[in-house]
């Protein structure tokens, strides 16, 4: 949880969060771990010979 408080504290020095978007972080969070997890898959499955 630190990390992710560190994350939004810089990311606001470059661009203020508005307020309706902070309920949205932990679904964006959470839909970027999963998109990471699949295309690693996916990537897996089709590019064999690229090392993991």
């Known amino acids: 949880m630190r990390d992710a ?3 939004v504290t810089g990311y606001e020095r ?3 969060i508005r307020e ?3 309920p949205l972080l932990p679904i964006a969070a959470l839909a970027r771990l999963t998109l990471r997890a699949l ?5 897996a499955e089709h590019v ?3 090392p993991r």
């Open 5 to 7: 408080c560190a994350f």
């Open 14 to 16: 470059a661009r203020a």
């Open 20 to 22: 309706w978007e902070l």
């Open 39 to 43: 295309i690693t898959n996916w990537r």
């Open 48 to 50: 064999p010979e690229r």
